[in-house]
Structures are given as C-alpha cells and as structure tokens.
C-alpha cells in the first residue's frame, strides 16, 4: 500500500533552476529512499537516508528527513535537461517492502 | 556487473496466450523483487523472493506465477491474463535476503511493457 505523499504531483523549471520535491508519509520508518525513473524505464536509486540523519547529499542531490514531521524533501540543484523524469520517495516501515510515493513529475525546460 | 536485465523488453499478448517474463542479475544479490507499474503510478510490490524461496506474495491472482529457478534469475509466468494487467513490470534486486524487516536498497531492471489485447 502506498504510504508517501509527494509534493508537487509536477514541477516545471528552466535549465539552472534548483528543484524541490517533498514526501511525507503516516508511519514511522527505518529509512527513506529516493528513486529517480525517466519516462517508462525502470527506477534508479539516488539516495537512502536512515532515521536517524537529517541531511544527506550525492552530488547536486540534498535530502532531508524530519521524522517529527513526518516528512522528507528532495533538492536537486543546478537542473539539467536530464533530470527530467519521476522522483519516487520510498519508506521502510519494518515490514521488508518498501511502500511508494505517487511520485513527482520534473520537466526541465531548455 | 551491476545491473539487473529483463526481456523481453515488449510483449503483446492474448487473454488466451501463456507468455514469461524472464528477469537476471549477476551482483550476487539474494532478495528479488517483481513490480506492477501502472501508467502515471508508483511501482506496486507483487512478489518477493529471498535466497530463492517467495516470501511475500502481495496476494497476486494466480494468472500470475513466479518461480526463482537459481539465485540469478526470477521468471514471471502469465496465463489467462485481462486486459487490465497491461501495465510495467519492473524486477528489482537487493543485496541481502529479507532480514530484520530492514527494506534495503533496490536496483531495478528496465522493465517489461505488457500490453495484453
């Protein structure tokens, strides 16, 4: 079942621009991860962040996690023409499945 | 290596066809993972093998079957399917065997287009 909300459901922004997705999700987790999939291919991982981090970054990737809140944003700064794809936060909840986000659509405009 | 690849990459199918899927990965991974993904949807889990043996079946109807023949390969066998089950299907893999209940990271196939007419 999915338990993450993303936020926005699509996002438009020009070449340089950074981009911000959020997550947020019901139950308490172990960690959080982020996946990346452009148009009909499969998913790619970009980066895990336990429950106990609260910043993480990969490149022009920043990930924060506010387990009070319940909720996680992904930066992507500097955007590129090949960013444009889905961004699918995903939560371990301790039940070994990893549970989906609806996902973030990011279209980078040249 | 360190991918997971599927084939075939399309296939269109008959509601009356019997039709797998076939999934492999070489990273040694023990854990692996068949998908749905519906257009515009997140990727919903269906089955999961761990060291070989399915361990979590998202109560999946039957016209779908998987079997693990080795630690590499996942197969997916469809038989009977509706016009409803053309969709995405992603395989993934994870380093470890489900333990903990930790969900590990995943590395996912290219997947599978199904168009069932």
């Known amino acids: 079942s999915q338990q993450g909300e993303e936020d926005p459901q699509a996002l438009s922004i020009q070449e340089g621009e950074n981009a911000t997705m959020n997550c947020s999700y019901k139950?308490?987790?172990?960690?959080l991860q982020w996946y990346r999939q452009n148009s009909g291919r499969g998913l790619v991982h970009l980066i895990l962040?336990?429950?106990?981090?609260r910043e993480k970054h990969s490149g022009r990737l920043r990930v924060t996690l506010d387990t009070s809140k319940k909720s996680s944003s992904l930066l992507i700064t500097a955007s590129r023409a090949a960013d444009t794809a889905s961004y699918f936060c995903?939560?371990?909840?301790?039940?070994?499945?990893?549970?989906f986000g609806a996902g973030t659509t990011v279209t980078v405009r040249a | 290596d360190t991918e997971v690849t599927q084939t075939p990459k399309h296939l269109v199918m008959g509601m009356t066809n019997k039709k797998s899927l076939k999934c492999e990965q070489h990273?040694?991974?023990?854990?692996m993972y068949w998908y749905k993904q519906k257009a515009k949807k997140p990727p919903e889990l269906m089955f999961v093998?761990?060291?070989?043996?399915?361990?979590i079946n998202e109560s999946v109807p039957s016209r779908f079957s998987p079997e693990c023949p080795n630690s590499s390969l996942l197969n997916l066998h469809l038989h009977a399917l509706q016009p409803e089950d053309s969709a995405l299907y992603l395989c993934?893999?994870?380093?470890?065997?489900?333990?903990?209940?930790?969900?590990?990271?995943?590395?996912f196939g290219p997947g599978t287009r199904l168009l069932v007419l």
């Open positions: 993934a893999s994870s380093q470890g065997g489900l333990a903990g209940g930790r969900a590990e990271t995943q590395y």
């Open positions: 139950t308490s987790i172990n960690n």
């Open positions: 962040i336990r429950s106990n981090e």
């Open positions: 995903a939560t371990d909840r301790n039940d070994y499945k990893l549970s």
């Open positions: 990273m040694g991974h023990r854990a």
């Open positions: 093998y761990s060291y070989e043996k399915l361990s």
